[in-house]
């Protein structure tokens, strides 16, 4: 049998370690015991066997026991006898089973985590400090009054309550306070020597990020010197750095240490440096009158700094653990679980040049959407995952919000490693409840140069190439593509979104109007909108409404054009009686569930009837979300406002898709219209839409009637009105009443 496996695999078994080590280790770590002469008696600075025993009885638990006693046994038997050795054998052992019993009931769970963990510090402080070192202290009391320990009355004296016992107290107090953690560390290396490796780690781990080894050599520059001066031997000639002055200039560098290098290192450095100290104690405590209160004093003196130095470096180091979390989650997404847009733009910083690619997956909105966000966020970590097998160490993959990755590449041979990447992209499939799924991936990049001072422009324009780069299916690069034009759209949209909101805050739109007139002599207008630029004049809406709907702000511009014209309508009442407009609407308007209550609420509060109100939806618009629009345009007719399908004939399977729709009026489209005298094909296809339309019992609008002759030809195809500049070009809304005055004054 192999003795090495065995004795690994049983070696915190009672007869192995747990009974080897207090035996051999009790007699070599009692050489730190420090003890004095303090008037007909003695007293103790530091005592480190019940630290020690502890820490065993924490490290093997029951195990330790017997160990324990055989140790105690070969201390004491050989001096005291017997009776006394049984008798000090239970006065370790009761504390000991009591604080270890009380800890492991208290913090369970916990109880062998690593020293240095502030959450633990009060219950080890009380079970591995305060209550051992009490029940020890009072048992010993107690023991010497009963006449049981002869050999030690010189400890505790007549008087329990003295300054002696002070003395005693404070010093198991710091000995358990330093000495536990210090002899759990030996014990643990003793056990596993290649932990070694693990604690210089964790060190490494704990030290400030911004200590130098500079800071590191003056810091035991100064920690050594004044430990030095502290152990002069006193002569006549001495200094003040020759007392316990310099003892309490060790606090200040301890705590610097504290503050810079962590928990472990100082726990190290301080517990022999506590040693050294106590233990030459009368080298900077003279022999005087009060030397009893002076070594009092200065008894606390260790507690205190110990006390301090430990919870600092607990704290700073805590605290350093912290902010290093925070950073760590700063840079990435808490619901992905990847880099994010921080640790992008940290990234690019590092490196001189880089390539930054851009993946648009436009699909994944659609999916996320009818399938919930878990799709999306699994969809991006496993697409991640795949391009992660490609890359080099220091290249990553980056969330970016909605449907968007980035992908940061090193500048050499980025060409061929980008066309490889979208060909390992291609190759990707998702897997969701059973479905494999492959939405398409558009991508684009681009050269850049660190610092990239404004890259939320450069991955706006990236996606905006990302979308080019879905419908050519190969990857798209920005320089080649024309940066500096996309840089100038991409700025005349905002410009044209900001001009937009304050005419919408300013009541900066201009209306006109363009007259509608039907064959049996009726008329309505259509309502047009336009906007002024910053020299005055009139922008088309051609060039503001797609803004307005990629941005969002539809609905507002409509709500706004629908207000001031029913306030017109409700001003003027007197002057155009009965008189009935015409108001386009947008995609996402139609599409509002909160449409028709608005609407209403309008009408009700001008005094506006419901028909003098035409509401004209696009086609495409209308079929957006087919069963939203639909229900928006039944409750509007409902309450009496008719609707209008504008440009019909543009949009894909009008014909088809007209047959669900409940319109009043169907307005074709002037690209139709404009050539019905001359193109044959354009004429049947307008007589086709005629005949739909009264099948459909709609009546029917041509637009762009700009001569006499297309004004005939859609008469003689019996279309209901007809709109255009020969009829009447747009003008301003408030001509309306000068043409009305006009007419009645003729």
């Known amino acids: 049998m192999n003795i090495f496996p065995f004795l690994k695999h049983n070696k915190d078994r009672w007869w192995a370690l747990p009974l080897i080590l207090p035996t051999l280790l009790l007699p070599l770590l009692s050489a730190a015991n420090t003890l004095t002469q303090l008037g007909d008696g003695v007293v103790t600075l530091y005592y480190i066997p019940l630290a020690y025993l502890l820490s065993v009885m924490l490290f093997f638990g029951l195990e330790a026991l017997p160990g324990i006693v055989l140790a105690l046994f070969f201390r004491y038997y050989p001096t005291v006898g017997l009776f006394e050795a049984g008798a000090a054998i239970l006065h370790f052992i009761v504390p000991l089973v009591l604080s270890w019993g009380g800890y492991r009931v208290f913090a369970p769970g916990r109880n062998m985590t690593a020293y240095g963990n502030v959450g633990l510090m009060a219950q080890r402080i009380f079970w591995q400090v305060f209550c051992p070192v009490t029940l020890f202290l009072v ?21 329990p309550l003295n300054i002696r016992t002070l003395i005693n107290y404070q010093a198991l107090l710091v000995s358990g306070l330093t000495g536990v953690p210090f002899c759990y560390l030996l014990i643990r290396l003793i056990r596993h020597p290649r932990y070694i490796k693990s604690l210089i780690s964790q060190i490494r781990a704990q030290i400030d990020k911004k200590v130098t080894a500079g800071e590191f050599l003056t810091w035991s520059f100064v920690l050594a010197g004044l430990l030095s001066l502290l152990l002069l031997p006193m002569n006549e000639n001495s200094s003040i750095f020759s007392t316990n002055y310099t003892l309490s200039l060790l606090m200040p560098v301890m705590l610097w240490g504290a503050m810079r290098f962590g928990y472990k290192l100082i726990s190290i450095i301080w517990t022999p440096v506590l040693l050294v100290s106590i233990h030459y104690f009368y080298r900077y405590i003279p022999l005087h009158q009060g030397y009893d209160i002076q070594l009092a004093i200065t008894s606390s003196s260790y507690l205190v700094f110990s006390f301090v130095i430990i919870y600092m470096s607990m704290l700073a180091t805590r605290q350093r653990v912290v902010n290093i979390r925070s950073r760590r989650q700063a840079l990435l997404d808490p ?11 940290r990234d690019l910083s590092k490196n001189p040049w880089s390539a930054l690619c851009l993946l648009r997956i436009p699909e994944l909105e659609v999916l996320g959407r009818n399938y919930g966000i878990l799709l999306r966020i699994q969809y991006k970590q496993q697409l991640a995952q ?3 097998g490609t890359l080099q160490p220091n290249e990553r993959v980056y969330h970016l919000t909605g449907c968007d990755l980035a992908v940061r590449l090193n500048a050499e041979s980025h060409q061929q490693r980008i066309d490889t990447l979208d060909a390992h992209i291609k190759h990707f499939r998702f897997v ?20 990239v001072n404004h890259l939320y422009l450069v991955l706006g324009e990236l996606g905006i190439i990302a979308d080019l780069s879905i419908s050519t299916d190969h990857p798209e690069n920005l320089q080649q593509r024309g940066a500096l034009h996309l840089q100038r759209s991409l700025k005349e949209k905002v410009s044209m979104m900001s001009r937009l909101q304050n005419a919408l805050e300013q009541d900066a739109f201009t209306l006109m109007v363009q007259p509608v007139r039907g064959l049996r002599g009726d008329q309505y207008h259509e309502v047009l909108l336009r906007m002024s630029d910053e020299n005055g004049a009139l922008i088309s809406p051609d060039r503001f409404l797609p803004v307005a709907q990629e941005f969002g702000l539809s609905s507002r511009v409509d709500l706004w054009v629908l207000e001031r014209t029913l306030r017109f309508m409700a001003e003027h009442r007197d ?7 015409a108001i386009n609407l947008a995609p996402s308007t139609v599409c509002r569930a909160q449409f028709p209550l608005e609407v209403s609420r309008l009408l009700v509060k001008y005094a506006v009837e419901a028909w003098q109100l035409i509401v004209e939806v696009t086609e495409c618009s209308t079929f957006c979300n087919a069963e939203r629009a639909a229900l928006t345009l039944r409750q509007l007719q409902k309450m009496g406002v008719r609707i209008a399908i504008d440009d019909f004939g543009t949009g894909y399977a009008s014909y088809g898709r007209l047959k669900s729709v409940d319109a009043d009026i169907l307005k074709i489209d002037g690209s139709f219209i404009r050539n019905i005298v001359n193109n044959s094909l354009d004429y049947q296809i307008v007589a086709s839409i005629c005949h739909l339309a009264r099948m459909k019992k709609m009546l029917v609008v041509a637009e762009y009637v700009e001569t006499e002759e297309i004004r005939s030809a859609v008469h003689a195809l019996g279309i209901d009105y007809v709109q255009g500049y020969l009829i009447g070009k747009p003008v301003e809304l408030e001509s309306l009443l000068e043409t009305e005055a006009s007419a009645i004054d003729a």
């Open 575 to 581: 002057a155009l009686p009965g008189q009935r407009f």
């Open 432 to 451: 969701w409840d059973g479905m494999t799924l492959q939405p398409q991936v558009g991508v684009s990049y681009c050269y850049v140069r660190s610092p």
């Open 335 to 345: 619901v992905v679980h990847m880099p994010n847009l921080r640790a992008l733009s």
């Open 386 to 388: 795949w391009i992660n």
């Open 139 to 159: 048992l010993f009391q107690f023991a010497v009054y009963l006449g049981i320990y002869e050999s030690r009355q010189s400890l505790a004296g007549l008087n």
